[in-house]
C-alpha cells in the first residue's frame, strides 16, 4: 500500500470502525468556495445531503450513497482543537514525562526501603494503562466523540492525583496513582490526538507531531515546578498544587477540543490475530514493544541515578526537564523528516541514534564503567539528555503513520489496536524488569552500606534499542525492499 494515503480518523490504540473508509466528515463550518486541500469519498445519507448538517443529526442508514467531502487541512476551528489537544497532553502526556522526579522522591520518601522491582509496578501500571485503554477508548470515541471522554478523563486524573497526594502505603499509591491516573490519561489521550483525524488527513503526521509537544512541554514545567514545591510544601501540598495545574489545563483542553459532523457508528474492541501474518505488521509491532520497553527506564530512573552518582537534587530535576526540551523538536521535525525520506527510514534512523545516545554519553557516566570527571560526567549527561529526548520523540508520533502506512485504511482501526495491545505490555513489564536488574545489581558491603550499580539498567535499555532497530529494519527490508529509497 502506498504510504501516501490516509489512515484512520482515529489514530489511537483499539480505534475500529464500521463506518465507510476513512470517516471524512461533513460540516457547515467547511467552506465549498475554498480550495479543497484533500477530497474523499464517504457515505452520507442522500435525503440529508441538502441541508446543513449537525453532529448529532448524522447518522448512518440504510439509505446510503457516496459524495465528496473535504478535510479542512487548517483553518481556525481545526487548529483550536489542534491547541486544545497540546493543552490537553501539557497535563496528561506532562506527567509522564515528569515519573523520574516522583519515583525519585518517592524511593527516597514514601517508599524507602522498598524493592526498586516493586516501586517499579506503580509506573508499569501506569504507564500500561495509558496505552492499552485505548482499545476500548476508541470505539466509544467513534460512538459518543470526545466530550464525556474527556470529562471523565479529567474527573479520574485529577481524582487520582488528589488520591495520590494523601497515600501512604505502596497499594493506596498503585491504585491512586497506577489506576486513576493511569486510566484518567488514556480517557484524556485517546479523544485529544482522534479528535484532531477530524479535520487533517494529508497534514495529520504534522498536526499530530505539533499537538504532541505538548507533553514534552509539561516535561519540562512539571520537572521545575517540583523541584521548587517538594522542599517547600512537602509531597502532599505539591502534588495537589499539581493537580491544580492539571485542571487549568485541561479545563481549557475540554473547551477546545470538538468533532465535526461525525457519521456515528456502533464499533466495537477487536483484536485481529490474523494480523500478525503479515510479517512487515508484526515486526512492526514487535519494534515498538521494544521501544515502549526503553523508553520509560530512563524516563522513570534518570532522577535516581543522577543523585545516586553524586548529583544534587536539582541538577537531577533539570534533567529530565532538559531531556523533554529535546523531545520538543523530536516529536515534530522527524515528522517532517519522514514527509520527505519515508516514515520506516526515519524510525530506523532515530531509534540508531537512540542506542548510540545511551551508548555514548550515558553508559561513560556510570561510575563502574569509567572513571571521568565530575563536570565531564555533568556535561555528557546534559548532551544525552537533548540527543536522547529528540530521537526518542518520534515513538508517539510516527508510530501511528507506519502502522497506516503497510495496511489498508479499512483496516487501521483494528490493526492499531492489535498493535497496541502487544505494545502495552512493554512499558508494564520494562520499568519493573530495570527496577529488578537495579535491585539485584546492588552492591552490599558488610558494614552495612549498600552502592548502586547502574550498568544493567543502562544496558538493559541500549539492547532494547537494538532490538526495536532489528524489527523495524527487517519491516523496511521486507516492505520497502534494501536498497535505499523513501518509504
Known amino acids: 500500500m502506498d504510504y501516501e494515503k490516509g489512515t484512520s480518523s482515529t489514530p489511537a490504540p483499539g480505534h475500529v470502525q464500521t463506518t465507510p473508509t476513512d470517516l471524512p466528515i461533513l460540516s457547515s463550518s467547511v467552506s465549498h468556495t475554498e480550495p479543497p ?103 466509544l470515541f467513534d460512538t459518543y466523540g470526545p466530550r464525556r471522554l474527556l470529562a471523565s478523563g479529567t474527573i479520574s486524573l485529577l481524582g487520582g492525583l488528589v488520591a495520590f497526594a494523601f497515600s501512604k502505603e505502596y497499594y493506596q499509591m498503585a491504585l491512586s496513582f497506577g489506576i486513576l491516573v493511569g486510566s484518567g490519561t488514556s480517557l484524556i489521550f485517546t479523544p485529544a490526538i482522534a479528535s484532531i483525524g477530524h479535520f487533517f488527513l494529508k497534514r495529520r503526521a504534522y498536526a499530530t507531531g505539533v499537538a504532541t509537544t505538548g507533553g514534552s512541554i509539561g516535561g519540562i514545567i512539571f520537572p521545575l515546578a517540583l523541584q521548587s514545591l517538594f522542599p517547600k510544601l512537602g509531597f502532599q501540598n505539591a502534588v495537589l498544587v499539581l493537580a491544580l495545574i492539571c485542571f487549568v489545563f485541561l479545563a481549557v483542553g475540554n473547551f477546545l477540543i470538538r468533532s465535526r459532523a461525525i457519521l456515528r457508528s456502533q464499533s466495537s474492541a477487536k483484536i485481529d490475530i490474523h494480523a500478525f501474518k503479515d510479517l512487515r505488521f508484526t515486526l512492526t509491532a514487535w519494534g515498538v514493544f521494544f521501544i515502549e520497553w526503553a523508553l520509560f527506564v530512563p524516563i522513570t530512573y534518570i532522577s535516581s541515578y543522577t543523585q545516586s552518582i553524586g548529583f544534587s537534587l536539582e541538577f537531577s530535576y533539570q534533567l529530565l526537564a532538559i531531556l523533554n526540551v529535546g523531545s520538543v523538536f523530536g516529536r515534530w521535525l522527524p515528522g517532517l523528516v519522514a514527509d520527505r525520506i519515508g516514515r520506516f527510514n526515519t524510525m530506523v534512523l532515530t ?29 555528557l549527561l546534559v548532551v544525552w539528555a537533548l540527543t536522547y529526548g529528540f530521537a526518542s520523540g518520534t515513538g508517539i508520533s510516527l508510530t501511528p503513520v507506519c502502522v497506516g502506512q503497510i495496511c489498508e485504511t479499512s483496516e487501521y482501526g483494528t490493526k492499531y489496536g492489535t498493535l497496541y495491545f502487544l505494545v502495552s505490555f512493554g512499558p508494564l513489564t520494562g520499568v519493573p524488569i530495570a527496577g529488578a536488574i537495579l535491585e539485584n545489581m546492588r552492591l552490599r558491603r558488610e558494614d552495612g552500606t549498600v552502592s548502586d550499580r547502574w550498568e544493567g539498567l543502562v544496558a538493559f535499555t541500549a539492547a532494547s534499542y537494538i532490538g526495536a532497530w532489528c524489527m523495524f529494519l527487517a519491516a523496511r527490508g521486507i516492505g520497502g525492499g534494501w536498497k535505499w529509497k523513501k518509504w
Not at 445519507?45 to 443529526?57: F, G, H, L, M, P
Not at 542506542?355 to 557516566?365: C, E, K, Q
Not at 572513571?371 to 555533568?378: G, I, L, M
Open 37 to 139: 486541500h484533500h477530497v474523499q469519498k464517504v457515505a452520507t445519507n442522500v435525503s440529508q445531503r441538502s441541508k446543513t448538517i449537525k453532529e448529532e443529526d448524522v447518522r448512518p442508514s440504510e439509505d446510503e450513497d457516496f459524495t465528496e467531502v473535504t478535510y479542512p487541512e487548517g483553518g481556525r476551528e481545526a487548529w483550536l482543537v489542534v491547541l486544545g489537544s497540546f493543552i490537553s497532553m501539557v497535563a496528561s502526556f506532562g506527567i509522564m514525562n515528569t515519573l523520574g522526579v516522583i519515583q525519585a522522591h518517592l524511593v527516597k520518601n514514601q517508599l524507602h526501603g522498598e524493592d526498586e522491582g516493586k516501586v517499579g509496578w506503580i509506573f508499569g501500571i501506569y504507564s500500561f494503562l495509558s496505552f492499552f485503554g485505548g482499545i476500548i477508548i476508541g470505539p
Open 351 to 379: 531509534i540508531m541514534f537512540c542506542f548510540i545516545s545511551v551508548i555514548a554519553f550515558w553508559l561513560p557516566t556510570v561510575p563502574s564503567i569509567s572513571d571521568v570527571p565530575h563536570n565531564t560526567a555533568k556535561g
